[in-house]
Structure formats: C-alpha cells, structure tokens
C-alpha cells in the first residue's frame, strides 16, 4: 500500500502561479509513472501530465507550455508548476502514482479567480 500526500493548492488569481507537490510513502515496489488529474466541477477528472520514471513526459493540450511536471525520485516526490493560470484550470487536483498498481492522492483543490 502506497499513501500520498498532495501540497501546494490554493486561491491564486488569473496569471499567477502555483506549485503543487505529492510526495509518496515507502514501497517495496518501485514506482513508475507519476502524474496529476483534475477534475473541475461538473466534469470528469482529466489527465494533466505525466512522468515516468525515465523522464519522459506527457502533458494535455490545454497545460502545454504552461505548466511542467517533474519528480525527484530519491524523495518519492512529484510536482506540477503550474504558469500562466487561467480560471479554467480551476479543480481538484489528484496525484497519481503508479507500482504494480495505481494509487491517488486525496485532491488538492486549486481555484483561479478572473
């Protein structure tokens, strides 16, 4: 079993800037990929971005060139710089991580006000 502990979210007006942290307990499997989620209300939880363990990333359209996810491995530690917000951006953002299998994050609620 894998818990997370998502940071970082917050009120932040359009144009601000917002990091966001997860950080992943201790497993006896390695972790592979790693990655957020949102989900606006309303609407069905949407991939943000992803990573893998090798590096390699995968971001929506929407965030592209806005927002960079990362992760430090040796901390069990992913992370999403999110740029440029707009109010659309607004939601609960769900961290992901990925064994033998998924786990989520709690949701961390980040709102952009116009």
């Known amino acids: 079993q894998v818990q997370l502990v998502e940071s970082g979210g917050g009120l932040v007006q359009a144009g601000g800037s917002l990091r966001l942290s997860c950080v992943a307990s201790r497993s006896r499997f390695s972790i592979n990929t790693m990655g957020w989620y949102r989900q606006a209300p309303g609407k069905q939880r949407e991939l943000v971005a992803t990573?893998?363990?090798?590096?390699?990333?995968n971001y929506a359209d929407s965030v592209t060139g806005r927002f960079t996810i990362s992760r430090d491995n040796a901390k069990r530690t992913v992370y999403l710089q999110m740029n440029s917000l707009k109010s659309e951006d607004t939601g609960v953002y769900y961290c992901?991580?990925?064994?033998?299998?998924?786990?989520w994050g709690q949701g961390t609620q980040v709102t952009v006000s116009s």
């Open positions: 990573i893998t363990s090798g590096g390699s990333t």
């Open positions: 992901i991580v990925e064994t033998v299998r998924a786990y």
